[in-house]
């Protein structure tokens, strides 16, 4: 932390918010004296992060008043950098709460969240809305050109404008008003919504007895009695709504009405009831379009991507439109021919969205011989981090030792990690187990960002945390493959984090549609055999994985493609739908919505849900992607298209391929935009056929059958056929 002298001194309150602390302060705002600047978790409780963060917010403003009551010259170091350098405290401490609130929230978190979450909000309107400090910026800015800054400077300076000016800072008094009352109602309505959430989700449990278990392997079996047993319901079976206990439930369970009768919770969880979150959605989308209009955009829609990659929603459409029918038609043949397997199974009735896992799964064992349980013994949660852990030494040289300090929870691990030539890079913690006080999911986030001081980088503090399966007591966790995927995504998203080399912290952030690019292109790896025989090992023989089973894993890769990709597609586009509303005409019914722009307009098959229906839809209520759900799918393109560099240097773990992705991607944060930062590592812009071909909805055509065509509404070209297109 940096030392703020007399401002901080006379702003600093003394007292203790621990019976555990002994120290008179509290640890959330002092120095972290601890290896390499962790948090001090063991002396830190719930009962500090409240006035942790007001006191931060106190810090932050005097530094701000600092700024503005400076009555010398506006310069780029005495407003820009000052600024930059202002609000490290809260960025610490907030993060820190932030990250520890979803993952191991209570009731005094809950509380603390609902009353702070609209206070910070409005702290960062008063500085974003600061008329006296926009004039030092915009002074700065209406003279860039004369002030001989290098091109990292410059774009600070632009970035900090335009978040000035996407904040509202043009905005005359009563706009200024009213966009602050905006964001104090949208910043609780999040709260009230993620709570809700983890409420409906925590609260349902389908408890079973021993003749109900009829095709659930033994791990899970094992996992379902542990659970009913924590419930004070031993000799029975529990599961839940968290994905480790429902999907691996729907794939393999032979009772339909079981099946049916837990997925019908899972997709109707804060649709009506105690936990109801279409009032709340109704609420986002009222104040998200107001929003929009004040700040002078049609929609939400249009603010939001406005600032990213695509820049404009009709460059976002292009690709999810282009993709829809693609995906759509694969999910149509993948549905007829589990129609075909479960015929006698089903008799007269109609084959069920609850259907679709149980026999995909049949269906992946008929034509590939090959199914879950076969791949499960062999993804060992302790080799599958020492899987990316290999991964990223072979790619990048980076070692990761051990580190003995504590966590939020007990389930926390933690890491140092070492660059190639043992130099600290920063801490990576892990969290992966489900708990009723975690969000549902998977991310990766800061406690600490990185930021330099004359010169000299603080590192980063990093966390990854998942929601795996807990082992029956003295076992072993097991993951799916899709676990396997989930924790090589979000390893990206945490080396990103590490390798930041930004010289500014106003410069860590990418766009949103390049955010998932380096952990989605982690994924690559994480079946390929050069990187399973390092972790792919049985739990029980330690046997590497064999080489048929690696090749069944390989080539049954683009199986049920067209229903992952539909799904996907389908939730982006109801996202982009619904926040591309330029009018709010009074109370929207979100089931009938979803069912008009995707099943009537678009033909959506009853079978397919989207993977996140409005009432539990985190992602873009309360999770950061209102209006940017596209992300996944646009930098889906950056990813494959990228690791297609690595297969072109005949060695997908080539060190000098790496080594410039390291240096164009994942160091500069924010420093350059993202078209301009993969333009330099690839040497030509992206090619959507990768994409494509890797989701199996693209064969090459005939040389004498294409054609080029080039697109009116985007920059994206086409050649082949309308769904080959470039950025």
């Excluded at 999907?247 to 393999?252: E, Q, R």
């Excluded at 952030?509 to 380096?518: C, K, M, Q, R, S």
């Excluded at 160091?667 to 993202?674: F, L, M, N």
């Excluded at 090619?687 to 055509?701: F, M, S």
Aim: hydrophobic share 40%; with cysteine.
């Amino acid at each position: 932390m940096r030392q703020f002298g007399a401002i901080f001194l006379s702003l600093m309150i003394l007292f203790s918010c621990s019976p555990k602390e002994e120290k008179t302060g509290n640890p959330l705002v002092e120095e972290w004296d601890t290896p390499y600047g962790v948090p001090p978790f063991e002396q830190i409780d719930n009962s500090c992060y409240e006035p942790a963060l007001e006191q931060a917010m106190s810090v932050h403003a005097a530094e701000i008043a600092a700024i503005v009551e400076n009555h010398d010259e506006p310069t780029f170091e005495n407003v820009i950098e000052a600024y930059d350098r202002s609000g490290e405290l809260l960025s610490r401490v907030r993060n820190t709460f932030e990250m520890v609130c979803s993952a191991d929230r209570d009731d005094t978190l809950a509380g603390v969240e609902e009353r702070m979450m609209p206070r910070i909000a409005a702290h960062y309107d008063e500085i974003l809305l600061n008329d006296k400090l926009f004039a030092k910026i915009s002074e700065l800015y209406n003279k860039r050109g004369a002030l001989e800054l290098d091109a990292v400077q410059m774009r600070l300076l632009e970035k900090i404008y335009d978040s000035f000016v996407r904040a509202g800072a043009l905005l005359d008094e009563n706009g200024k008003k009213r966009l602050k009352e905006i964001n104090a109602e949208l910043s609780l309505v999040a709260v009230r919504y993620g709570n809700n959430l983890l409420s409906a989700t925590n609260d349902y449990s389908l408890l079973l007895t021993g003749d109900q278990l009829d095709g659930l392997p033994e791990n899970l079996r094992d996992m379902a009695s542990e659970a009913a047993k924590a419930a004070g319901e031993n000799g029975k079976w529990l599961f839940t709504l968290h994905r480790p206990s429902i999907f691996p439930f729907l794939t393999n369970s032979t009772r339909r009405d079981l099946r049916e009768q837990i997925y019908k919770a899972y997709i109707s969880r804060c649709d009506g009831g105690e936990y109801d979150n279409r009032g709340l959605v109704n609420d986002f989308i009222r104040l998200r379009t107001e929003k929009a209009h004040l700040l002078g955009y049609d929609s939400y829609a249009d603010y939001v991507v406005s600032d990213q990659m695509a820049g404009s929603v009709s460059a976002v459409y292009e690709l999810l439109e282009s993709i829809w029918p693609m995906a759509l038609q694969r999910a149509k043949d993948e549905l007829a021919e589990m129609e075909n397997l479960a015929r006698i199974d089903l008799g007269d009735s109609d084959f069920e969205a609850w259907d679709w896992f149980y026999y995909a799964e049949r269906l992946r064992k008929r034509n590939y011989n090959l199914d879950e349980e076969m791949l499960r013994p062999y993804f060992a949660l302790d080799n599958v981090r020492q899987g990316v852990f290999f991964l990223a030494n072979r790619l990048y040289g980076i070692t990761f030792r051990p580190l003995n300090v504590h966590g939020y929870n007990s389930d926390c691990s933690a890491y140092q990690v070492c660059d190639a030539d043992d130099t600290h890079i920063g801490v990576l913690y892990f969290d992966f187990f489900t708990r009723p006080g975690k969000s549902g999911g998977a991310w990766c986030g800061y406690f600490r960002e990185p930021t330099y001081e004359n010169g000299t980088r603080t590192a980063p503090v990093v966390g990854i945390v998942c929601n795996f399966a807990r082992p029956a007591e003295r076992g072993v966790a097991l993951l799916s493959s899709d676990d396997v995927e989930t924790l090589f995504h979000e390893f990206g998203h945490a080396l990103h984090f590490l390798f930041s080399d930004a010289r500014y912290r106003g410069l860590l952030e990418v766009e949103g549609d390049f955010v998932e690019l380096p952990s989605q292109i982690m994924e690559n790896w994480a079946f390929e055999p050069e990187v399973l025989k390092n972790y792919a090992t049985h739990y029980r023989t330690d046997e590497v994985m064999p080489k048929y089973l690696i090749e069944k894993l390989r080539t049954g890769g683009v199986f049920n493609q067209g229903f992952a990709t539909t799904e996907l597609v389908a939730a982006a586009l109801s996202d982009m739908d619904i926040h591309s509303l330029t009018t709010y005409d009074g109370e929207i019914d979100v089931a009938g919505f979803e069912h008009k722009v995707l099943t009537e307009k678009r033909g959506l098959i009853p079978q397919i849900v989207p993977r996140y229906r409005y009432p539990y839809f985190s992602h873009i209520f309360d999770g950061g992607y209102s209006a940017g759900y596209y992300f996944y799918v646009w930098a889906n393109v950056l990813d494959k298209d990228a690791f297609a560099a690595f297969a072109e240097s005949k060695d997908i773990l080539d060190r000098r391929t790496a080594e410039r992705f390291r240096r164009e991607i994942l160091s500069k944060g924010g420093s350059v935009d993202g078209m301009t930062m993969y333009r330099a590592f690839r040497g030509a812009d992206p090619d959507r056929k990768a994409l494509l071909k890797a989701r199996g909805l693209w064969n090459e055509p005939e040389p004498e059958d294409e054609e080029e065509v080039v697109s009116e509404d985007t920059d994206w070209s086409v050649d082949d056929d309308p769904s080959a297109m470039e950025y």
